[in-house]
């Protein structure tokens, strides 16, 4: 069975992020507005805004959580 060739509609996906000092908000921050940048539907999810994402009113959708239920 070939690989199909054809190409995809846009992927719908969620970005897990905890910023915190190390870099991990900086790569997600980058991956969902790489991602984001290709078309496809991207949501962040974190219990803060990352410093990268503060400033811009982009096309990646954040979901700000205080903590688990």
């Known amino acids: 069975m070939a690989a199909s060739t054809e190409p995809r509609g846009p ?3 969620g970005v897990l ?3 915190t000092y190390g870099g991990s908000g900086v790569l997600a921050s ?4 790489s ?27 954040m979901h700000v959580s205080q903590g688990l239920p």
Do not use: I, Y
């Open 17 to 19: 992020c905890h910023p």
């Open 30 to 33: 980058e991956l969902a507005l």
């Open 35 to 61: 991602l984001a940048a290709r078309g496809h539907d991207v949501h962040l999810f974190s219990h803060q805004v990352p410093p990268r994402l503060a400033a811009s009113s982009g096309p990646v959708q």
């Open 11 to 13: 992927l719908r996906l």
